[in-house]
């Protein structure tokens, strides 16, 4: 059924329609080339991945502004005159949104590639960006086809599609919000009545995509058998003073008192090749490279905060002056206390949705500060507990 008697010019879209299927192949060729994955990537992407994946925060202003734009359009040719005048440069604006969308998808699948993306609002993100823009992509067919065969009904049908489509793409892109700003920035001013529904909704869709996690991640020693405790322990501090079975102590060495340490260390299990390792430089900084320093290294210092050396990482940041590490203290650093707290407290850290630390990642920064916070130690005289022994390995190795 025609919706514009008057009209009589045929329309033709021959163009538009050349341009609608080249953007529908490249978007599934991209998808193919750049799979979306939902965990690490096994493999480092090229820098020419990473250079265009880093364009993702600007590219994706396009597609806001076009299909914000079109909503407009669709409002002012909800009439038969309406669409008459505004129908074309709708037109304009959904292929322009629609281009926008496709090369923003893409570009943030390669900025994915970095690492570093997990968890719920990361899913959330990328599976909601792809399906709103394969629904923009088909509301755009459907649209041409129903201005080619002047069709008001399958008209009426696209203006469904495109607002379903706009709607998944818009709460897509809230959840990618999520991930730059963290997952209280948009409500964190917000009143009350507004504030508490938001965050039961968001909750709801994390809780879609999100494992459970394990309550509060306590490290668990391994089943080991019980060790004798190595009688060369010469810190009275970190010797712990558990019963020493009796027939394991060589009669030789006199047990260490506090007022009598040994003073020659004898560096308790020898291993060469860490011997010029030292804690700090070695095992905590590569944990803080690796989960903490996009946000807090060179480029970026979120909350003032610094962790790219011992010096600023001591310093502490704007609310943790001083007191971001307190030797032997843990529970008064405020680093341990952020990354010790529930994932969904909104000032855990790293922030929601970011790679997070292991559990024995977390338990290795608490027991470097209760042996002293030192940057002095080695890798070698430090007596790590022995269900942590393999992370430290692995971090020393590098
Ligand atoms: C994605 C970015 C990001 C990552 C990754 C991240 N943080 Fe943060 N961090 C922030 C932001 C943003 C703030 C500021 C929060 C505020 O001011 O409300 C912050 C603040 C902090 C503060 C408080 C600083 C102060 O004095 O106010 C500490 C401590 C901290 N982070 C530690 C860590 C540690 C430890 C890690 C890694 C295990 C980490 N952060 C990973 C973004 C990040």
Excluded at 218 to 229: D, L, N, Q, T
Excluded at 363 to 392: C, M, N
Aim: net charge negative; proline share 10%.
């Amino acid at each position: 059924m025609s919706y514009d008697p008057q009209f009589e010019e045929p329309q033709s879209h021959t163009g538009t329609w050349i341009a609608t299927v080249v953007l529908i192949v490249g978007f599934i060729l991209g998808l193919l080339i750049f799979p979306p994955l939902y965990e690490a990537p096994k493999s480092d992407a090229s820098s020419a991945v990473l250079f265009v994946g880093r364009f993702h925060p600007i590219l994706l202003h396009l597609p806001i502004g076009a299909l914000i734009f079109l909503v407009v359009l669709e409002f002012a040719s909800i009439t038969r005159r309406g669409e008459m005048k505004f129908g074309p440069a709708a037109l304009l604006a959904l292929f322009v949104g629609a281009a926008g969308s496709v090369v923003a998808v893409l570009a943030g699948i390669m900025l994915s590639r970095e690492g570093g993306y997990a968890g719920g609002n990361f899913s959330l993100h990328q599976t909601m960006g792809i399906i709103g823009t394969a629904g923009v992509l088909l509301s755009l067919v459907v649209r041409l086809t129903a201005m080619g065969q002047r069709n008001w009904e399958l008209l009426q049908a696209y203006k469904a599609l495109f607002f379903v489509s706009f709607g998944i793409m818009s709460l897509g892109a809230h959840f990618g919000g999520n991930l730059s700003h963290g997952s209280t920035f948009l409500v964190k001013h917000a009143p009350d009545v507004i504030k508490e529904p938001m965050v039961k909704v968001e909750k709801w869709f994390l809780a879609l995509v999100e494992k459970p996690k394990p309550a509060a991640t306590p490290v668990v020693a391994p089943e080991i058998a019980p060790v004798p405790k190595e009688p060369q322990v010469i810190d009275p501090k970190i010797a712990t003073s558990g019963p020493v079975p009796k027939a394991a102590v060589p009669p030789v060495t006199p047990p260490p008192t506090p007022s009598m340490p040994n003073p020659v260390p004898t560096p308790p299990i020898p291993a060469p090749a860490a011997d010029d390792k030292f804690v700090f430089q070695h095992v905590i900084l590569p944990i803080f490279e690796a989960k903490c320093n996009k946000c807090h290294g060179e480029e970026k210092q979120k909350g003032e905060l610094r962790l790219d050396t011992f010096e600023w990482t001591m310093k502490g940041g704007e609310n943790s002056a001083d007191k971001n590490i307190v030797p032997g203290k843990p529970d008064e650093s405020v680093t341990f206390q952020l990354i010790s707290s529930p994932e969904d407290d909104s000032e855990h850290m790293p922030p929601e949705g970011k790679d997070q630390l292991t559990a024995e990642e977390t338990a290795l920064i608490k027991w470097w500060i209760e042996q002293g916070a030192s940057s002095t130690l080695k890798v070698s005289d430090a007596r790590f507990p022995a269900e942590l022994k393999a992370v430290v390995d692995g971090l020393v190795k590098g």
